[in-house]
């Protein structure tokens, strides 16, 4: 038996090996993909950690792991099925086995919310993405379209602007919700043009993304937009399927914690950006999984 499992390792998931490991406890720590690290693999520059100006994601995330593992946190690539709760006792099922625990750190964050326009699912993969670090080397030298006003619509437009020949960032509002700063770099950006007040209301093509229907909210003026690829960034819904059914979700299906990040379900904990929360980044998480494993260790004291 484990004194928790860990399920996720994004820097919430990371950070409360890191905690746990320093507390002596016996813990175990479940990632769906062979790759931690969450959301941030794929950011391709982090410039808010404190210390750490302009790192690139993939290399905190290797950075996180790295400590966890000279601390000798465990690691399995196994997926998890179902959370089952018996008198006070926690099972964790995977695809291949059945733990049990004493606590459970849900450290399984969000991921990327869908447009929902015709076009969107039909053309996934070919011309419709959701990660600009990943995708952008295909539209070298071409024109593709940004959706979104948040941070990682505004950062996603400036890494494709530095390859792309064209960046259209196309916006429901006439302002921007991303950081300040992102904002300014955006609108300094030659190659990047914001299309405000304008919705996409279907992403056309033959078996490739060749152009978007737009509509402008204020004038109702409709339009054609050629390009090559549309990168979608229109927020985040939380992982949170694995607790619905034994912990309080709010109406956003965000895990209900506050910053001890105990749920309503004892023994059970929601670190990173699974659980409500007014700021949702890297400190953020990396925080909520060292408050996380302080309470786990008080419950624990209880319990014994
Ligand atoms: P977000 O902040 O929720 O922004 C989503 C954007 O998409 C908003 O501008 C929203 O418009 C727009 N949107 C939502 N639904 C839409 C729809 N159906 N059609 C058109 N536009 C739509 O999400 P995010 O940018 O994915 O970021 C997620 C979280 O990660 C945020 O908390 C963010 O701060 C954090 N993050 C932080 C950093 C960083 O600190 N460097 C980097 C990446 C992400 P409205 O503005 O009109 O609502």
């Known amino acids: 038996m484990y004194d928790i499992i860990i399920i996720g390792s994004g820097p919430a998931g990371l950070a409360a090996a890191i ?4 507390a002596g406890l016996s813990l175990l720590v479940i990632e769906k993909q062979p790759m931690s690290g969450g959301q941030i693999i794929n950011t391709y520059e982090v410039d808010n950690y404190p210390g750490l100006q302009g790192m690139d994601g993939f290399e905190l995330a290797t950075k996180f792991r790295t400590h966890a593992d000279a601390l000798g946190a465990s690691f399995v690539t196994e997926e998890v099925r179902g959370i089952e709760t018996v008198d006070g006792c926690h099972f964790v099922v995977t695809d291949q086995n059945r733990y049990e625990t004493r606590t459970i750190v849900l450290a399984t964050g969000a991921v990327h919310r869908k447009l929902g326009v015709p076009g969107e699912d039909a053309l996934s993969g070919m011309g419709v993405s959701y990660c600009a670090t990943c995708d952008g080397a295909f539209f070298r030298g071409k024109d593709v379209a940004v959706i979104g006003g948040g941070d990682v619509a505004l950062e996603d437009a400036l890494f ?5 020949s064209n960046v259209f960032l196309i916006h429901r509002r006439d302002g921007l919700r991303g950081a ?11 190659n990047i043009t914001i299309l405000w007040d304008t919705v996409t209301e279907e992403i056309c093509g033959a078996g490739q993304v060749e152009s978007l229907a737009l509509k402008n909210k204020k004038t109702g003026g409709q339009s054609t937009l050629p390009v090559s690829g549309v990168f979608i960034a229109v927020g985040i819904t939380p992982d949170s ?4 059914d034994l912990a309080e979700l709010d109406d956003g299906g965000y895990v209900k914690a506050d910053e001890s990040c105990q749920t309503s379900c004892p023994g059970i904990f929601a670190a990173g950006d699974v659980r409500t929360k007014q700021l949702r980044q890297v400190i953020t998480a990396a925080a909520d ?6 309470s786990v260790q008080n419950y624990l004291t209880q319990q014994a």
């Open 19 to 22: 905690y746990g490991q320093r």
């Open 160 to 164: 494709l602007a530095r390859t792309s």
């Open 180 to 190: 300040k700063i992102l904002q300014e770099r955006v609108k300094a950006t030659e």
């Open 241 to 244: 399927a694995l607790i619905k």
């Open 289 to 294: 999984g060292a408050n996380a494993i302080t």
